[in-house]
């Protein structure tokens, strides 16, 4: 460097530069950091964990015989996944609930008013609340692509 500063300068604007640039970049990454935060997607609420956990083991209960990780074992065509329930008109909660109470084809309905009675399982009958549930995680299994079922040891 010589003795008029000359080299001082450089890095100076050297470094201000990369200031400038940083600072360009900071509303950008505060942004995204506030988007990906808990803060802005609230966690699944308790409630809603718990109706998850009851739907799996009811799921367990009354359909894993037939239906064990969404499939059918009795009408391959006929699974819990997402494009057989759109291809079968069954892939919304009230079309499972309907499905699940009064039966459709080999599937026996589970309601406590199920008729015909040879519609229906010989089997225990579940409540409405308990047919709602099972509809419920039906379809979010099925949004997903039946993950592992988790349930809460009932």
Partial sequence: MDRSGEG??????????ERK????????????????????????????????????????????????????????????????LERNGVDKEEEIYQVT????GRMPGFGENCTPRGQCTFGPRLQEDEIKLLAEFVKSQADRGWPSIETDGE
């Avoid at 890095?11 to 530069?17: C, G, H, L």
């Fill in 21 to 84: 640039f940083l600072k360009c970049l900071v509303p950008p990454l505060m942004a995204a950091i506030v988007a990906l935060s808990p803060l802005c997607n609230t966690p699944v609420s308790l409630g809603q964990t718990i109706d998850g956990q009851k739907g799996a083991t009811l799921f367990h209960r009354a359909c894993i015989g037939c239906h064990d990780s969404g499939g059918n074992i009795i009408q391959p065509g006929a699974t819990l996944f997402l494009k057989d």
């Fill in 8 to 17: 001082y300068k450089s890095v100076d604007k050297t470094q201000n530069e």
């Fill in 101 to 104: 109470y009064y039966g459709k």
